[in-house]
């Protein structure tokens, strides 16, 4: 039972990035690229509660979020994360491009 609590606390902290970045930055900043901010938050928030609850269970956590393997697949996902958002950003220039020449004739 506690390895399946285990594993799925490690799934969640698989889409955050480290927890001191998360405590440092804002989740609603303007240039922010990241889709992955409001789950970044939320770990942090649990990870800080089970800190607070049992110091062993943390630690375990917090060195499977540091192993290579989880490493390199939030590097993967922040990654396509970031070109989503990227895209997403030059679809919404491209409507209001749209919006302002053939519909409000600018």
Do not use: C, H
Request: aromatic share 8%; no cysteine.
């Amino acid at each position: 039972m506690l390895q399946s609590r285990a594993l799925v606390i490690a799934l969640i902290l698989l889409l955050s990035t480290t927890l001191p970045e998360v405590q440092s930055k804002s989740i609603f900043e303007k240039d922010r690229r990241e889709l992955l901010a409001i789950p970044e938050a939320i770990v942090s928030y649990f990870y800080e509660a089970v800190n607070k609850v049992s110091p062993k269970v943390s630690q375990f956590l917090l060195d499977t979020v540091q192993s290579p393997t989880v490493i390199a697949a939030r590097q993967r996902i922040a990654k396509e994360a970031t070109k989503v958002s990227i895209m997403f950003e030059q679809l919404i220039e491209k409507i209001k491009n749209l919006w302002y020449t053939r519909v409000l004739g600018y």
